[in-house]
């Protein structure tokens, strides 16, 4: 197996690996569990090598325009403050990780972690030319993370393992991952990570 060793330039994001988002949560990704370990490896990686480490977390006021009950595709899930809103308490997130709060507006939707949180700034000032990505759910915010990563000409990694799909359509999360390559994504495991 090829070694991957992330340097100067790279940085972690972990999307979204909160209560609701994992199984027994008011949108549980089906398996969403099996991320969890990768991501651990992958944040001791970045730890070790002292590179930046980003965290978001979908963060819905009540009421919020995705949910159902507003007309919206989703439960309500990822109330701002509530414990399906915590980080999962297997997530071995260290103190230094950034934090980013997401679709925090009543009336907006916001898959992207760009979108309207400042991210592209925090990347841009800590140095980041490249974003290793693992979370929930592929099919929704990782990639639309990626499109607006690739987009603003930063390079993307996602960690295979480390990600997992809602799949409200059969074989949603292996097209995410299509799109995601032929977006110029590259990809990797946890377990290459060194
Ligand atoms: C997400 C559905 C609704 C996600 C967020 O984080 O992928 N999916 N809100
Ligand atoms: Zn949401």
């Not at 100067?8 to 988002?21: M, R, T």
């Not at 001791?44 to 006021?61: E, K, N, Q, T, Y």
């Amino acid at each position: 197996m090829d070694k991957l060793i992330p340097g100067v330039g790279d940085a972690l994001l972990v999307v979204d690996v909160q209560n609701d988002f994992l199984p027994g949560g008011a949108l549980g990704v089906p398996d969403g569990d099996r991320v969890l370990a990768p991501i651990n490896k992958a944040i001791a990686v970045f730890l070790a090598h002292g590179l930046p480490i980003f965290a978001s977390r979908d963060w819905h006021p009540v009421g919020h325009c995705s949910f159902r009950e507003q007309g919206g595709p989703w439960p309500v899930h990822c109330v701002a403050d509530t414990p399906g809103a915590a980080f999962s308490s297997i997530l071995e997130l260290p103190s230094t990780a950034t934090l980013i709060y997401k679709a925090t507006r009543v009336d907006e939707e916001a898959y992207s972690v760009f979108g309207g949180t400042g991210f592209e700034g925090m990347l841009r000032h800590a140095g980041v030319r490249c974003i290793f990505i693992g979370g929930l759910a592929t099919d929704y915010c990782v990639l639309a993370t990626t499109r607006d990563a690739r987009m603003r000409g930063f390079g993307v990694v996602v960690l295979t393992d480390a990600v997992c799909a809602v799949n409200v359509q059969p074989g949603d999360g292996a097209r995410a991952l299509a799109e995601m390559k032929q977006l110029g994504a590259q990809f990797a495991t946890s377990a290459e990570l060194e």
